[in-house]
């Protein structure tokens, strides 16, 4: 049930997304301050790629890495913003799922330990009763034994005497 949702929700995010990124580009085209700013951002993710890959695949890093043109670097600035709002929408997600759980989780914890608590409680009444059953066992054998043979016919009467006392 979870996964067609998680599936689902992250369709619909990079559905979202390619909106965004197609305003990002009106807007890069509109105003040039964002412009600047998005192929340098641009320029600067093509350093740090370009180099790395070098470095991973061993070749020459000594070498200049000439820059995008302003199209390109705009186009690679715009994807990069659209992939990062992707990420974070996503993370977002996850954090509140995993708060979500812990809430559950912790929910259920509370549930356990009150149940636990009941059978405790329980448990000790069930004791009490059983010292209390004991005990008046213990009682009736003593009586028993007092009387003899004709005390445990008898043990109606002494037992209801016994319980006359009781509520006196």
Do not use: C, W
């Amino acid at each position: 049930m979870v996964l067609p949702l998680v599936k689902l929700g992250t369709l619909l995010l990079k559905t979202m997304s390619k909106p965004v990124a197609a305003r990002l580009k009106q807007a890069a085209g509109k105003h040039p301050r964002f412009r600047q700013i998005i192929v340098n951002m641009a320029q600067a993710n093509h350093q740090i790629t370009t180099k790395m890959q070098r470095r991973l695949y061993s070749h020459a890093t000594d070498v200049e890495i000439r820059p995008l043109n302003e199209e390109k670097a705009v186009q690679a600035a715009v994807d990069l913003i659209g992939e990062l709002f992707v990420f974070t929408v996503a993370g977002i997600a996850l954090i509140f799922e995993v708060q979500r759980s812990a809430r559950s989780e912790a929910r259920k914890e509370e549930a356990r330990k009150q149940e636990l608590e009941t059978m405790k409680q329980r448990d000790e009444e069930l004791s009490r009763e059983v010292e209390l059953l004991r005990s008046k066992y213990e009682e009736l054998e003593k009586l028993a034994k007092g009387q003899g043979l004709s005390g445990i016919f008898n043990f109606k009467r002494v037992a209801d005497t016994e319980d006359v006392d009781e509520y006196n």
